[in-house]
């Protein structure tokens, strides 16, 4: 890659977060990459309490108080985020790592800071400081995860950090998005021997929209007589290609059922150390929401999830 990679790390503190820090280390990331740790202080700050044209002289103690409370808060995520930065330069100490902090709500201070840094992965972990995170992904993991432009990677502590080479899957439906996710794994630098599994669901979505797929090499109409079977084998073979000329070792696995189901089944089973997958595959409903699979996979799995999406051009 001729430009640096840069990675956005939305940092609180939490266990989680310092899991997903760590996680980094397995990620096939560069040697030299740019990051910007950001710690949100989900408070609201007031105006300065210093007398304007817009404010009386004499600001009242409960404006004073909130403001104070609310600066000490962003204080606070300024030191966590340092922290972090400190953490993650003993991994990445030829990264250039910067560090901010500010009042805001969490999840969209992150997207809004995403949408003009323009990151290609941010990096959150699985679940937050709120009891509320305990239900569901998380409110901030998830509000990151469905409504961020980019590519997003759940990080999750691995149960063996000493664990090489490492086990990667990938979910492949043929999708744009799923082309996306094998370039992303195809441009990192991973231990030596490390193995790609690739994993295809044939569910009722995957078969109808094959009816209207070409295999490569095809043209016309003549795809949409052509056996799932053979496309899908077809697909995989190309995808196996690429892998093995950046020296992965590649598995693949074609099983009918559930996408969710089978990708989460397989990584379990296998051990896998990351989960990659499409943001959004061949639904029509995908199209408006993250994508069934993509959100119940980052939910569900015992391991660290990258949900890709493809470079905006």
């Known amino acids: 890659m001729s430009e640096k990679m840069k990675v956005l790390i939305a940092y609180d503190g939490s266990s989680c977060a310092n899991a997903a820090l760590d996680d980094l280390q397995r990620a096939g990331l560069p040697r030299v990459a740019e990051a910007l740790i950001i710690s949100v202080a989900d408070v609201f700050l007031p105006p300065s309490s210093s007398p304007t044209p817009a404010f009386p002289a004499q600001v009242p103690a409960a404006v004073q108080r909130a403001w104070a409370q609310a600066t000490h808060a962003v204080e606070e995520a300024h030191a966590l985020a340092q922290q972090a930065r400190t953490h993650l330069l003993m991994s990445f100490p030829?990264?250039?790592?910067?560090?901010?902090?500010?009042?805001?709500?969490?999840?969209?201070?992150?997207?809004?800071?995403?949408?003009?840094?323009?990151?290609?992965?941010?990096?959150?972990?699985?679940?937050?400081?709120?009891?509320?995170?305990?239900?569901?992904?998380?409110?901030?993991?998830?509000?990151?995860?469905?409504?961020?432009?980019?590519?997003?990677?759940?990080?999750?502590?691995?149960?063996?950090?000493?664990?090489?080479?490492?086990?990667?899957?990938?979910?492949?439906?043929?999708?744009?998005?799923?082309?996306?996710?094998?370039?992303?794994?195809?441009?990192?630098e991973w231990p030596v021997g490390s193995t790609v599994r690739l994993v295809t669901a044939l569910d009722a979505r995957m078969y109808t929209a094959l009816a209207f797929m070409?295999?490569?090499?095809?043209?016309?109409?003549?795809?949409?007589?052509?056996?799932?079977?053979?496309?899908?084998?077809?697909t995989v073979d190309a995808v196996a290609a690429l892998l093995r000329t950046r020296g992965l070792i590649v598995l693949s696995v074609i099983?009918?059922?559930?996408?969710?189901?089978?990708?989460?089944?397989?990584?379990?089973?296998?051990?896998?150390?990351?989960?990659?997958?499409?943001?959004?595959?061949?639904?029509?409903?995908?199209?408006?929401?993250?994508?069934?699979?993509?959100?119940?996979?980052a939910a569900r799995a015992h391991c660290s999830v990258e949900v890709v999406r493809p470079a905006m051009s």
């Open 94 to 188: 030829a990264w250039d790592v910067r560090a901010e902090a500010c009042a805001d709500s969490p999840a969209w201070a992150v997207i809004k800071k995403a949408d003009t840094w323009q990151p290609d992965v941010i990096v959150v972990g699985s679940h937050g400081r709120s009891t509320m995170s305990r239900l569901l992904l998380g409110s901030v993991s998830h509000t990151i995860l469905t409504e961020a432009h980019c590519s997003v990677r759940m990080g999750r502590g691995p149960g063996q950090t000493d664990k090489v080479p490492l086990h990667l899957l990938i979910g492949i439906d043929g999708s744009p998005d799923a082309e996306a996710a094998v370039q992303a794994v195809a441009a990192r």
């Open 255 to 297: 099983k009918e059922g559930d996408p969710k189901h089978v990708l989460l089944d397989e990584a379990e089973h296998w051990g896998a150390d990351c989960i990659f997958v499409g943001a959004r595959g061949h639904s029509r409903v995908e199209r408006f929401l993250l994508g069934s699979v993509s959100a119940a996979v």
């Open 214 to 234: 070409h295999l490569p090499g095809e043209k016309g109409t003549e795809a949409r007589d052509t056996d799932a079977g053979v496309w899908v084998s077809k």
